[in-house]
């Protein structure tokens, strides 16, 4: 993941609570955007998802999760039926093969059952840190914090949650901001990247934090 060249310092905890003060008063239940039925289609979303966007992957689901929706359902279809509905993501094949393993880890060992521990979906191929921890958040409830692109951006350059590393932004935003908005941290921080703090030329007219985030190159 690229480095931010003048990432902001750490917010003080006055200006995070104000800032996410003001997320949650425009989205208090803000949700992810990739399509899901239960937790294992939801590790399925979130496994095809890498280098791929939410609109791709949920327009390949679509029909898929209709007849697959389970890892043994998953497997009766096999990989190169798996291949046919996700042919249009990147990396196609290797999130095929990622998958099938992945059912029949969920098969032999789980009996079916998508485990709720960070350490066991993290054993699964394809699995990452970041799918773990979307998992945990948006099934059960669990705060723990997806740092994506648009969160490592955002986090450097507003001080809300300043990292060298995934690892580092992600402790960032658990030590940091107040624990009241925890649960929806991440999802507010990938929006606010997504469709306002972009990457290029972020819309910071648009901005409901631009009074209290450091950024020098703003735009008009």
Same mark, same amino acid.
């Given at each position: 993941?690229?480095? $931010?060249?003048?990432?902001?310092?750490?917010?003080?905890?006055?200006?995070?609570?104000?800032?996410?003060?003001?997320?949650?008063?425009?989205?208090?239940?803000?949700?992810?955007?990739?399509?899901?039925? !239960?937790?294992?289609?939801?590790?399925?979303?979130?496994?095809?998802?890498?280098?791929?966007?939410?609109?791709?992957?949920?327009?390949? $689901?679509?029909?898929?999760?209709?007849?697959? @929706? $389970?890892?043994?359902?998953? *497997?009766?279809?096999?990989?190169?039926? +798996?291949?046919?509905?996700?042919?249009?993501?990147?990396?196609?094949?290797?999130? =095929?093969? !990622?998958?099938?393993?992945?059912?029949?880890?969920?098969?032999?060992?789980?009996?079916?059952?998508?485990?709720?521990?960070? =350490? =066991? +979906?993290?054993?699964?191929?394809?699995?990452?840190?970041?799918?773990? !921890?979307?998992?945990?958040?948006?099934?059960?409830?669990?705060?723990?914090?997806?740092? @994506?692109?648009?969160?490592?951006?955002?986090?450097?350059?507003?001080?809300?949650?300043?990292?060298?590393?995934?690892?580092?932004?992600?402790?960032?935003?658990?030590? !940091?901001?107040?624990?009241?908005?925890?649960?929806?941290?991440?999802?507010?921080?990938? *929006?606010?990247?997504?469709?306002?703090?972009?990457?290029?030329?972020?819309?910071?007219?648009?901005?409901?934090?631009?009074?209290?985030?450091?950024?020098?190159?703003?735009?008009?």
């Amino acid at each position: 993941m690229a480095k $931010t060249a003048k990432p902001a310092k750490q917010l003080d905890y006055t200006t995070m609570r104000e800032i996410f003060t003001r997320f949650e008063a425009s989205d208090p239940a803000p949700k992810g955007e990739l399509n899901h039925v !239960n937790a294992y289609t939801l590790v399925v979303a979130v496994a095809l998802s890498a280098q791929a966007t939410d609109k791709g992957v949920n327009k390949a $689901t679509e029909e898929l999760f209709k007849i697959a @929706d $389970t890892p043994q359902k998953m *497997l009766d279809l096999g990989e190169e039926g +798996l291949i046919e509905h996700i042919k249009t993501i990147g990396l196609f094949r290797n999130k =095929a093969k !990622n998958v099938i393993k992945l059912s029949q880890i969920l098969v032999d060992q789980y009996g079916g059952v998508v485990p709720n521990s960070r =350490a =066991a +979906l993290e054993g699964l191929p394809g699995v990452g840190r970041k799918t773990a !921890n979307v998992v945990l958040n948006m099934w059960w409830q669990f705060p723990s914090q997806a740092v @994506d692109t648009h969160i490592f951006r955002v986090g450097n350059r507003t001080g809300i949650c300043p990292g060298k590393d995934v690892v580092a932004v992600e402790r960032a935003i658990e030590d !940091n901001v107040p624990t009241d908005f925890q649960l929806h941290a991440h999802h507010w921080l990938i *929006l606010h990247g997504r469709y306002i703090c972009v990457a290029r030329k972020p819309k910071c007219g648009a901005c409901i934090i631009k009074d209290l985030c450091p950024f020098e190159e703003k735009t008009a």
